[in-house]
């Protein structure tokens, strides 16, 4: 299943480069993210607890960050699994400069297996693009923040 | 038409063949229906199955530790303990795969069972299923038939070496000269999808184990035949009747579903054995749909030999079957189930078969409503259209020119199969008048000048019930054959008791899913004695340690209309029988001068003598003393009744597969949206032959439950995969039953010939339309879509398979 889209902050593009790369800032825009450890530079344990219908249970997962170029691109490998099924893919995640905003751009391939596959993809696509779009949110929340107070 | 009724042994038919009101309505309707989950038993905690969420991965290792210490949790099974404690189930073909009712160091489907928790109810028992660890190491998967097997494919049983669970060739007649003699060899390849029968009620069992005497019971609802209760016993590794098997008077559909190996009676039974308590597992939705049972789905590449006057003189088949990850019984049976019917109700002397089972990355199968005849229908009834077309003959006339005559019969098909009576030609006629076909191939002729995609589609079948378990053994070649005991017989069991005030029980062992054998006993009860059908008990509850059973036992393959009412008819005679000696004695006179009219028994000519049912059974039960010399006390009847039809295959390879066969005949109207692909029907005639109708009512919902059940997978139904083996349908959002607003108007005929090998001259007629109306939707979409150049050779024809048809149709015209 293939993920894309984007999204806009109003920042500049080094200050979302340096949130996007804080552990303290993703465990906390992460949605249902109980617990994220950096095991060594770059590579993470996460354990997430989703609430959303058939996805719902507790996942624990990895991901890593390869190919970083500060503050241009990095890729995003990852997996989870809990008991409604797993998840694997992988992510190109870009920013770039427009005017004022810095434009984040993801391409991602993800597979899912188990219950998740089963219950229907389409639903699966609209439930991982509500937690995209609520996980980018919460990063908006925080770039807004550490640029009001100039940080 | 025949008129003339069999006889009954109380003088007149008067119930059989009537309407009666079905007897199991009220308590059905009103919900005191009692089902798996209404069973309540001491001291029972409830299990939650862990499932692979892998197509093909090898286990290796199940970490249990902190499921173990989860609240409530009383135990845990594994693959280990299954294989520690069961063994692999037995399987009809040349080297069975070593199926474990759950996986033991390998999974091969997605959903197959990993591991069982039980708890003190379901919700802590899944809760612990999120702490067991399962360390998978993905393996390739396949899912595609061909593909499986391909020289580079994964491999998934390496005891057998190849993805080929079955492989055999069959030569019927001469193939080669039917070629000779034909105008035209017409060919082209079909694709069956895998659907499912999506009972109401899904799986269910309550298994406990009694350590001092070594004995399981276990309930369930489990459709029969009993041959399971063998099979599980020896993947057990217990005595038979070590193990009783109850079944509950109601169970909530079937559709074949549950006349497949039921694994998880042996699974529960583990459970309960290892934890030492009564142990509940009913399935849940999204488990029955992930990884129950579906149909097998086929690839089908098949040759028509035809001469230009219409004539099939001979067919040529290659059936490519899958059975998913593992092979059980009764595979490879959907492969062999049509055997005797392989050329339907066609004269067709000649056939070259052959026949693949494959092994595929998907969930398993089971025999569903049909079992086997949707898949070869489609198939044989597509290229008879797509014959008719090269040769410019009308379908209709096309099935005219090859239908067996009246005058053929009894016939012996070149497979070995036997039908006793039929007039295909004259139900066949009757059902294109009844669609008004002339009239509606002008309306068609309209429709299409007006650009309007307007297609008519037939199909006549053979409906083959109660089939012959001898059909399983030709998975295997007869030089494999020669060493293994033969296998025939398609018994059922009934006892007709009377009780000590008269009254008359029922028990039998057709283990109904709601077919009303209740009702429709009581009448065919209450013919024979002379009462009314209000005063007779049925009990259709199964218990295997106190009915008479035996291995084909149950309801499954339309069997109650022919052997189960067979079973009936004889043991009320036996007990009538035993009833007039009685009253020979009691009157003091012969035997031959006993007269039964209307529930009284009176001498020859001296009806004012007449003493009743009540009275004899009062001198069998109160005097005891005062019985014929020689005879036992009390008054019942019994018999446990196989057909003599049932022979095992012989040396050519042919059997007759089933007992008693029917006819149907559908014609129907569709209309396809050009802009979605929509399919609407206009009209619809079905024409059914099941011999004598016992209950129109009853009969009437069969063909529409199996029209509305064949619609499902003709044109919404599909358990789909992805190429990794993941199934993409788990839930009713994405596996798309039909509801009452999909069901057509559907005019619904009869045309009574009756059975000779039956008592009362019925055949079954559970499955009928489950099996024409596939191909006949398929011919139907086909004629619509003619004008474009689409050709229609898969299932199921949603809106989006048709919009593609037709654009690939359209991409190929310019």
Redesign the interface.
């Known amino acids: 299943m293939k993920i894309d889209g984007t999204y806009a902050f109003a920042a500049h593009q080094d200050k979302v480069w340096e949130i996007f790369n804080t552990v303290e800032y993703l465990q906390e825009a992460l949605p249902g993210c109980e617990k994220l450890d950096e095991v060594e530079p770059g590579k993470y344990d996460v354990y997430l607890k989703i609430g959303i219908s058939a996805v719902k249970g507790k996942y624990k997962g990895k991901f890593e960050i390869a190919d970083s170029k500060p503050p241009n691109s990095y890729r995003l490998i990852g997996e989870g699994k809990g008991l409604p099924g797993y998840v694997k893919g992988e992510a190109l995640i870009e920013l770039s400069t427009e005017g004022e905003e810095t434009v984040l751009s993801y391409h991602g391939d993800v597979q899912v297996g188990g219950l998740l596959a089963g219950i229907g993809q389409r639903m699966i696509g609209g439930i991982s693009k509500m937690m995209l779009e609520q996980f980018f949110k919460s990063i908006e929340k925080i770039v807004n923040q550490k640029v009001n107070i100039g940080g | 038409m025949e008129d003339k009724k069999k006889p009954t042994s109380s003088g007149k038919r008067k119930w059989v063949g009537s309407s009666y009101k079905r007897k199991e309505d009220m308590r059905l309707l009103t919900g005191r229906g009692r089902f798996m989950d209404d069973i309540r038993l001491p001291n029972t905690k409830y299990a939650a199955i862990l499932?692979?969420?892998?197509?093909h991965a090898i286990i290796n290792d199940v970490d249990i530790s902190e499921a173990l210490k989860a609240p409530g949790v009383i135990g845990v099974v594994t693959g280990k303990d299954v294989k520690e404690m069961s063994n692999p189930y037995p399987c009809g073909v040349p080297i069975p795969p070593k199926y474990y009712v759950c996986a033991v160091d390998r999974v091969r489907y997605?959903?197959e069972p990993v591991a069982v928790v039980v708890a003190e109810n379901r919700y802590l028992a899944?809760d612990a299923?999120?702490l067991i660890e399962v360390d998978y190491e993905p393996l390739e998967a396949v899912v595609d038939i061909e593909k499986a097997l391909a020289p580079d494919a994964p491999v998934l049983h390496d005891n057998i070496g190849s993805n080929i669970y079955n492989h055999r060739f069959f030569k019927y007649g001469d193939w080669e000269s039917a070629c000779q003699e034909a105008d035209e060899i017409v060919k082209w390849k079909f694709h069956f999808p895998k659907y499912a029968g999506s009972p109401m009620e899904t799986y269910a069992v309550i298994a406990s184990y009694n350590p001092f005497e070594k004995s399981y019971v276990i309930y369930n609802n489990y459709q029969g035949p009993f041959v399971n209760h063998a099979l599980t016993a020896m993947a057990l590794g217990v005595p038979e009747n070590k193990m009783r098997w109850i079944v509950p008077t109601d169970i909530g559909g079937g559709f074949g579903t549950k006349t497949g190996l039921y694994p998880y009676c042996a699974l529960i039974s583990i459970t309960a054995k290892k934890t030492g308590v009564t142990v509940k597992w009913i399935e849940d939705r999204?488990e029955h749909?992930?990884a129950s049972a579906t149909c097998t789905d086929r690839i089908t590449y098949i040759e028509a030999a035809v001469r230009k006057d219409g004539k099939i003189l001979g067919l040529k088949d290659k059936a490519m079957d899958t059975s998913g990850g593992y092979i059980r019984p009764p595979e490879p049976g959907c492969a062999y189930r049509s055997t005797g019917n392989h050329t339907g109700a066609y004269d067709i002397r000649n056939l070259d078969r052959e026949v693949y089972v494959v092994a595929t990355n998907k969930g398993l199968t089971a025999p569903l409503r049909g079992y086997g005849c949707q898949e070869l229908y489609f198939s044989t009834e597509r290229i008879t259209d797509m014959a008719a077309a090269k040769l410019g003959v009308d379908p209709a006339e096309m099935r005219f020119r090859n239908l067996i005559q009246p005058e053929q019969m009894p016939y012996k098909t070149a497979t070995g199969g036997y039908y006793d009576v039929g007039n295909y030609p004259a139900a066949f006629k009757k059902c294109l008048d009844l669609v008004e076909y002339d009239k509606m191939r002008e309306y068609q002729k309209k429709a299409r000048e007006e650009g309007r995609l307007v297609g008519i589609g037939l199909a006549t079948v053979v409906d083959p019930s109660v089939t012959n378990i001898a059909y399983v053994a030709i998975g295997k070649t007869i030089e494999e054959r020669k060493n293994e005991r033969d296998k025939s017989g398609s018994g059922e069991a009934v006892i007709v008791k009377v009780d000590p005030l008269g009254g008359i029980t029922v028990i039998c062992s057709t283990n109904p899913q709601g077919q009303g054998h209740e009702t429709v006993i009581s009448q065919i009860i209450a013919d024979e004695f002379g009462v009314h059908p209000d005063q007779v008990v049925v009990d259709t509850q199964y218990d295997s340690s106190d009915r008479l059973y035996t291995i084909t036992t149950g309801s499954y393959s339309s069997r109650f209309a022919s052997v189960g009412t067979n079973a009936v008819v004889k043991a009320a005679r036996n007990c009538l029988e035993k009833a007039k000696k009685i009253a020979a004695h009691l009157l003091k006179i012969e035997q031959a001068d006993v007269v039964l009219e209307d529930g009284k028994f009176f001498p020859k000519g001296n009806p004012e003598k007449a003493i009743m049912l009540r009275h004899i059974a009062g001198a069998a039960h109160w005097n005891q003393f005062d019985m014929p010399e020689g005879m036992d006390v009390g008054l019942y009847g019994t018999s446990m009744q196989s057909m003599p039809t049932s022979r095992p295959p012989d040396e050519k390879d042919r059997v007759n597969s089933s007992n008693t066969y029917g006819f149907v005949a559908e014609a129907i109207v569709v209309e396809v949206d050009p802009d979605t692909g929509q399919v609407r029907f206009l009209k619809w005639a079905s024409v059914h032959d099941a011999g004598t109708i016992l209950n129109p009512e009853i009969v009437r919902g069969q063909v529409l439950g199996s029209i509305v059940q064949a619609i499902g997978g003709s044109l919404y139904e599909e358990q789909a995969y992805?190429e990794?083996g993941?199934?993409?349908?788990?839930?009713f959002?994405?596996y798309l039953c039909p509801t009452a607003m999909e069901m057509p108007k559907v005019d619904v005929g009869h045309f009574e010939s009756q059975s000779v090998l039956t008592a009362l001259g019925s055949k079954g007629c559970g499955e009928s339309s489950s099996m024409s109306v596939p191909p006949a939707i398929g011919n139907a979409i086909a004629d619509a879509l003619a004008p474009l150049g689409a050709v229609v050779d898969k299932l199921p024809l949603s809106p989006s398979n048709i919009w593609h048809l037709m654009e690939k149709a359209k991409a190929r015209k310019n």
Request: glycine share 4%.
């Open positions: 499932r692979s969420p892998y197509a997605v959903g899944e299923l999120d999204r749909l992930l992805d990794n993941q199934c993409l349908t788990a839930s959002a994405d």
